[in-house]
């Protein structure tokens, strides 16, 4: 009798680790939710309603999603439409769900004397640049944001990777790293709102183009595929997705704020977003 009650607490003693182990996720996702301060706004909240620890791996969307293709991660969130479809259509997600938006900005520096911030739109403005040859810093990192990045150059009519010359300077860092090496060098930048709001380092630097309806900017959350990976934490991952399109994880998205100014907009309840 006393065998078989010291067996059952050694085998509770070993099994607590693994079910501590369970109860925390990985998620995939980019510099600007955790640059933002986003998660460290929403983590504790979800923890308290569910008691999942969850472990940010906050890269670009690109590598977020490749860290997610070799099963690195439980849930991949970020903000590249195109590139999520593209990450479905290949078997590695289950399904894609919108959560929240917010947009870019063209950042450059406050006093502005090609005149960039008086352009009609952001097309015009990256026009400016390319023909005066002013300095510009692109993250260069396969990030939702370098993709918008490149996207907006083709609408403007700009073959950057035939035509960028010394005034294009592509760092392969994160947004943080790319607003402060436009700062240090009165530079122009493309950055999401969220991470340029909680940016510390401004310097000289300044909002010159917004509210364009292409600098709109979607979040995504996906679930990774456990057929795929089947270590894949799918309950566990399945909770986080479902607590951040609740009515729950949408308020505390909206209620996330810096000076008074909100960073993020739920809009799980859009289909087509």
Known sequence: MIRRLLLAVMACALASPALAQDNSI???????????GLFGHLLPLFKKSTGID?????????????????????????????EEEKFIA?????????????????IGPRSDPAG???????????????QQGLPFVSR?????????????????????????????KSIGQGMGAALNTASAAAAYVLADRGTWLSFKNKGDLAILVQGD????????????????????KKVQGQQFID???????????????????????PNAADPNA
């Open 26 to 36: 990985v998620v995939a996702s980019t510099t600007s939710t955790q640059d933002s």
């Open 54 to 82: 969850v472990k940010v791996v906050a890269l670009g969307t690109g590598q977020a999603l490749d860290t997610a293709r070799r099963g690195d991660a439980d849930v991949v969130f970020v903000h590249a439409k195109s």
């Open 90 to 106: 290949e078997g590695f997600g289950v399904k894609r769900h919108p959560v929240m938006y917010n947009d870019f900005v063209l």
């Open 116 to 130: 960039v911030g008086k352009a009609k739109d952001v097309a015009e403005a990256l026009r400016i640049i390319k």
């Open 140 to 168: 260069g990192d396969r990030s939702g944001t370098h993709i918008a990045e490149l996207k907006l150059w083709r609408e403007a009519g700009i073959d950057v990777a035939g035509e960028k010359g010394g005034w294009y």
């Open 213 to 232: 309806k292409r600098l709109f900017n979607q979040y995504g959350v996906i679930l990774v595929n456990p057929a795929k990976h089947p270590h894949v």
């Open 243 to 265: 607590w951040l399109v609740s009515r729950e994880g949408q308020a505390a998205i909206a209620n996330y704020k810096i000076n008074g100014e909100q960073l993020f907009f």
